[in-house]
């Protein structure tokens, strides 16, 4: 009996073979996804292997981009590591098999339902600045203080309209919230990296393209690696300090995620908070709310 490591092998060489099958699969890709789920779930190979019925060493052939699993083996792995359907589906693809999970009618209803939810919790943050960001990093909902808040900067913006209420969007353009940032780099860099991990691990068409388009801007691609092993940022980001003529603002920035009961959709919904973090700043804040 031939190791299951080896006929994905024999089977990667015959997809090379001119003329012989073709496999559109990306090991690197792969490995990296199973690796990330992998760690999410807190799974040793061991228990995810004898859970997907394979050897250990055939998973850390496929962890490390010696091999790319048969589509049955992409499965059990989906249902191994309990994956939404989208995210099972991101699998699949990544070893070059087309989709298999059909996406849950309830998600639109689901979606407006979280929606109702955080618009309740942004009634109490009254106060700060916060926004509801989605999982392509569009501003979904801003509370009364955002929209005081970044009034005057927006006035500032020539940003096209489509990407103008992306967070990527405006903290990297230059014409965007990025010219009123004096230390521009040092915050936006924690986010630069988290959407080149969304793009490499995700799979999704959407993910890259933000990232292909947020790396055209001007300085950043220069805004390189500040990120551990697995592609995530090594620290939350620093203070955002906002320069606009003699207002100079300061704020700490707070992520919060959401997720509906027994829901996979919610964790990429962001609920993103922006607490004065001086004195200047929470008076300013006070007379934006004519308090």
Not at 79 to 99: I, M, T, V
Request: aromatic content about 8%.
């Amino acid at each position: 009996m031939v190791p299951e490591g080896e006929i994905d092998g024999r089977r990667m060489a015959m997809s090379s073979t001119p003329g012989g099958p073709t496999r559109h699969g990306n090991m690197s890709a792969f490995g990296a996804l199973l690796r990330h789920w992998r760690t999410v779930r807190r799974l040793s190979q061991f228990a995810l292997a004898e859970d997907a019925r394979t050897s250990t060493r055939h998973l850390s052939f496929l962890e490390t981009g010696r091999s790319l699993p048969s589509r049955d083996m992409a499965q059990r792995l989906a249902e191994s590591l309990a994956l939404a359907p989208a995210d099972a589906n991101a699998l699949l693809l990544a070893a070059g098999f087309a989709p298999a999970y059909a996406a849950d009618a309830a998600k639109a209803d689901d979606f407006e339902a979280l929606e109702r939810m955080l618009e309740l919790v942004l009634a109490q943050h009254a106060a700060v600045p916060a926004l509801v960001i989605d999982a392509h990093w569009n501003i979904r909902i801003r509370n009364a203080a955002a929209g005081r808040l970044f009034a005057g900067f927006r006035t500032g913006y020539q940003l096209p309209e489509r990407t103008a209420d992306n967070v990527l969007h405006i903290l990297c353009h230059p014409a965007g919230l990025r010219q009123f940032m004096p230390d521009w780099a040092g915050y936006a860099t924690p986010f630069v990296n988290q959407v080149r991990r969304e793009a490499s691990l995700a799979l999704s068409e959407t993910a890259v393209t933000l990232h292909d388009a947020v790396q055209a801007y001007p300085g950043v691609a220069e805004l390189a690696g500040a990120a551990d092993d697995d592609g995530r940022p090594r620290a939350a980001p620093p203070t955002l300090h906002l320069h606009r003529g003699r207002q100079h603002l300061s704020f700490h920035t707070a992520f919060t995620t959401f997720s509906l009961p027994f829901d996979d959709m919610g964790p990429s919904i962001r609920m993103e908070c922006l607490y004065p973090a001086d004195g200047v700043t929470a008076t300013t804040l006070g007379k934006l709310a004519g308090t």
